[in-house]
């Protein structure tokens, strides 16, 4: 049987999905002003928490949010790339899912602050 999945099977695939994802990675940080902010807190913040977490499970409870926005931020960029894709003009719809990706965002960074808050404090 032929194989008939555009990107393979096994090892090749996941190779190919890797460098689909490294070229997504550098989209972003080219492209993204807000991704590139994030990111750049992210790793002035990485070695604090490693610092002040007291023990695994608190460096891990610091980290974690901190990825959460980069991936949320990642998404957010995505669902906007498509929106911009399908056209300038206003639409509600666009608003909407821009909106809905940015507050979505704003949840993560939130979370991020009280993770953090209640960890430390």
Request: aromatic letters at 6%; one cysteine or more.
């Amino acid at each position: 049987m032929k194989n008939t999945k555009p990107n393979g099977t096994g090892m090749g695939r996941i190779i190919r999905a890797m460098h689909c994802s490294r070229l997504g990675l550098r989209s972003a940080f080219i492209h993204e002003q807000a991704f590139r902010q994030e990111l750049y807190l992210c790793l002035a913040l990485v070695p604090v928490a490693l610092w002040l977490g007291n023990n695994g499970v608190e460096r891990a409870l610091l980290l974690f949010p901190l990825c959460i926005v980069l991936i949320v931020e990642l998404l957010n960029s995505a669902v906007e790339a498509v929106v911009d894709r399908i056209g300038p003009e206003h639409h509600e719809l666009s608003g909407r899912a821009k909106d809905i990706g940015s507050a979505a965002v704003m949840i993560a960074l939130g979370l991020v602050c009280v993770v953090w808050g209640l960890v430390l404090f």
